[in-house]
């Protein structure tokens, strides 16, 4: 009998255990600890950063920045992208406003189907036309932003008499605003469509094996025309938000947050290579993009390097959660 | 079979809640033999033993020893009489060397005037790891030797504290023996047993039939917690043992699938067979026989330019492999890395992949009825993975196949095509994966199998299809018997 092979002596339990590689730390522990060493930072460089309305800020921009990017996250979560989040924010903050004046509640249902119309044309074009998704959004947000300035050159102000009806985001119920309730209700709404229906959880498989969930017989047509219509969806709810906050529709509006949308994500630890990641990820990373752009306002960090800042932790994001053994080449 | 026999085990009953493990087993073990117990997985074997070393009490029966009742209340009590057994993931102290580990516990026998004689012990340690053939120094950490060695510690304890009690013929039980060993420990570990069994009776539990076959004295055949039959391993036969383990294995008559004229251009023409239910179908060529693109039709993953595939009286629509999931039709695809796995996401939710709609309540799916279901088939396929939430990339390739496999089982397919299923996986799942598939086989799915070997296919199979260069050219019968020799179907295939 070979008795003398030292490393072979491998039990049973060992066997179970197999291949279990190298452990990855879950990249939404990144994004919480970056988080606490951030509102750390700022408190020591300005006391007034923890101040009530202070937070409030960070707030409410955490709260338009986690809208978009639910949407954007979808989209990201199928091994995609939506660059036209911002062309279709900037569109429907005119036409909301435009239509507020015109048929004035209805200028909410209107603008909702326009950014599901979108977000489905958005699909099509991949599912369908099988155009990539970085190109074919990068084409329709082009459209959409054009469409946005032929419509109003200049930002337009909302109607006086329709003030009564932007209370809908603007006003607050128990001390709360509005804007952070109606967040909630959005956030709790993609929760529960990614955890606990089915073409929710198929964002999940088509992302993660595209291949293995058509060989599986998931719709994936439907699932991703689906991931693509919440884009569509959040954008939408997101540049009402905004729009109802300044009273006025702006044809620039949506032009920051293709970049930052994509950040939220990103920095919340969901993978650029899709299937992992979720709502909790992205309620995160929003709030990590808030407190980072208003803590460097706070302590007076050079406007200009701000960019560079954000810029980098974006990279360094993707490059703790990004998925190599599922791409053979980066490009 | 001299004599009466050191223990009697009359029939034993034993159920747990909602399972009835052994129902009226009966068991008797005779001077110096190896019994060889075998039987499916949930047989009742595992029960059996436990009741044999006092782990388990029977509900009802009797165990006698040389023709005195007994009970046995605790593994302790087993060993006093003689009985004890070596586990399949061993029960040794890793850090403690061969020779503590020999004596663990009753060290009190080598003591002399209060001390314990570290002498006496190496050199008992020394006699008795020459008897089971250990050529290792006495003082070596477990940790550091091989399965095999370790192996042979635990016999060589059992057979020392046999002798310790007094116990003139000690049994020893040892549960899959030789899964962890190469082929030449195998063979040491069973010229070992011949030896010992001068002195002791040994029973061997394995499901490598031919081992059994060719290494015991008798065969014991237990299903479904009943004694099926007892056979003297010098006329038994693997085929005929596996048929009294499995029972029953004939193909009903409905035909699950039929394909008719099914053609692709440059690829394969005008093929035309059907499969029944609990029928395995091998198709077996040469690469570019067509064999794959057939099967790549009968999936929806292709599509044929003519001919149909009909599947439970329901015409299939020619490229679309949702339609076929749809109507009961499961592929174990040959890269399942690539094609049968989410490696990124958790063993139940693969499993479950094709079970969401069955697992919603009010609507939306349940998380406990999700786990719920991931468990059941985690424990059914025999998946071997920490919990239901690991990641399947961190599973080896067997129980990554075996994930493939609980997918579709779970989905209760009719219908499964299976793509060289045993690639890759070493060889204890390999014999897993066997088993699942014949088990689907006896559930009444319908299977058209494409295997690595010939000599797989032609074991699995009930009957073959042979292609050549894009057409049927020939049909064997493979019944459980009467399997055709490979000689006979190469001569098909080229």
Redesign the interface.
Known sequence: MDAHRPRNAVGGQERTRARTGRVRVPAILYAVGLLVVLVLLFTLGNGNFLSLYNLNTIASYGAILLVVGLGQMCTILIGGIDLSVGGLMSLISVVFVVSLKMIGFWAFPLCIAIGIAFGYLNGNILTRIRIPSFIATLGTGGIMTSLALLASPLPVDAPAARYGMLEIVNGSLFKIGNLLLLTLIIFVAFYVILRFTVIGKSIFYVGSNIKMSWMSGIDIVKTRNFAYILSGVGATLAAIFLSCGQYGGDPALGRVYVLNSIAAVVVGGTAMTGGTGGPINTLIGAFVLSTMENGMNVVGVNAYFQQSILGAVIVISVFLTFDRSKVSMVK | MIGDAVIALHAINKSYPGVVALDGVDFSIYEKEIVGLVGENGAGKSTLMKILIGLVQPDKGNITLRGRPVILRDPVDAVRYGIGMVF???TLV?NLSIRENLFLCHEIAFQKLGFLSARAMRETARELLARV????DVDTR?????????Q?VEIARLLWLSRLYGQQNPILILDEPTT?L?E??RE?LFSILQSIKREASIILISHRLQEIVENSDRIVILKDGRNVTEVPSASARVEDIEQHMVGQREPGHTEVLQVEKLALRRAFEQISFCVREGEIVSLVGLVGSGKEEVCHCL?G?GRADAGTVVLGGKRLTPGS??????SGEG?I?IDRR????????TVA?NVN??V??RL?SA?????AQEKRNALRWIEECRI???SAATLC????GG?QQKTVIA?WLSSRVKLLVLDHPTRGVDVGAKDDIYKLIRKLARDGIGMVIMCDTLEEDIGLCNRMLVMKDGRLVGEVPCPPRKKPSPRDIISLIV
Do not use: C, F
Request: overall charge negative.
């Open positions: 399949q993931d061993g890793p053939k250990v050529e290792v477990i940790a550091e030797v091989t399965p095999a060695v370790r042979m962890v190469t030449g420990e040491t999936n993953l492999p949702s339609d076929a999931v749809a592929h695809p690539s094609e049968g796995l989410a490696l990124g996401m939710e992949l094709l969401l709609n919603r609507g939306l799916v349940s998380p071997k993975t920490p990339a961190n599973l080896s129980n997918k």
